[in-house]
């Protein structure tokens, strides 16, 4: 169990599994630059959180902007959307009457991908709910603003595992403050820190001494 002060950001868990370059940038050196890509997507979550917290539609609360946090992950964060359906075998939720089935919406610009990035935050999402809920959170769903569509996400017991392992890499690698090299790849072009991240000169372990070298190169 991770106490308070050594929770990570639940959305990293997204970053990390696109790039884990990309997320010690972010999440280490604390380095970010938007691009076209970033700004849409945070724009997206804005409209998001925007909007009245709680809305009830029929048999349904849907409530944005939700925090949860998982002590046994190390992770806290925000759901963009969470809606509560009234369900005969769902749980209790306070303030409510009857019982409750929470599931998690993600919104994501762009559309559905290959890899399971999206997926897993939505499950680290779920894995929180479940922890601070005493329920089960089986399903979930990614909202693409490009196609302007519901994915729809099951949590199996390899989902759940592979965000395990990963929230364990992600505290191992911050609690030594290391930004891992990796190999350029395609997604690289369209990153938003791929200036930053400077992919053609990671024999350098971190972008700081990329930079210091450069400094010190120009003072001579």
């Known amino acids: 169990m991770y106490d308070e ?11 990390f599994a696109f790039c884990r370059r990309q997320w010690a940038l ?6 970010w630059a938007d691009n076209v890509l970033t700004a849409q997507g945070e724009l997206m979550h804005k409209r998001a959180h925007d909007e ?4 009830r539609r029929g048999d349904t609360l849907v409530v944005r902007g939700l925090s949860v946090h998982s002590r046994a992950l190390g992770l806290s964060g925000k759901c963009d959307v ?17 019982l409750w089935r929470a ?5 994501k610009r762009g559309s559905s991908k290959a890899n399971d990035a999206d997926r897993l935050q939505l499950c680290a999402q779920a894995l929180c709910l479940e922890e601070m809920l005493g329920a089960d959170v089986p399903i979930g769903f990614l909202y ?12 199996d017991e390899s989902l759940r595992a592979l965000v395990g392992s990963m929230a364990e ?6 609690r030594r403050r290391h930004t891992p090299r990796v190999k350029p790849f395609s997604a690289c072009r369209s990153c938003s820190l ?10 350098r372990a971190t972008v700081g001494e990329y930079v210091a070298k450069r400094l010190s190169e120009e003072e001579l």
């Open 5 to 15: 002060d050594e929770f990570l950001a639940l959305s990293g868990i997204q970053h």
């Open 26 to 31: 972010i999440h280490i050196e604390q380095a």
């Open 52 to 55: 009245e917290l709680r809305e």
């Open 82 to 98: 969470v809606e509560f359906h009234k369900d005969t075998h769902g749980h209790p939720l306070a303030g409510e009457d009857g």
């Open 103 to 107: 599931v998690p919406v993600e919104y």
């Open 144 to 155: 693409y603003g490009e196609t302007r569509s519901r994915e729809k996400v099951e949590f």
């Open 169 to 174: 890499e992600m505290h191992a690698l911050y």
């Open 194 to 203: 791929n200036d930053l991240c400077l992919p053609r000169a990671i024999n």
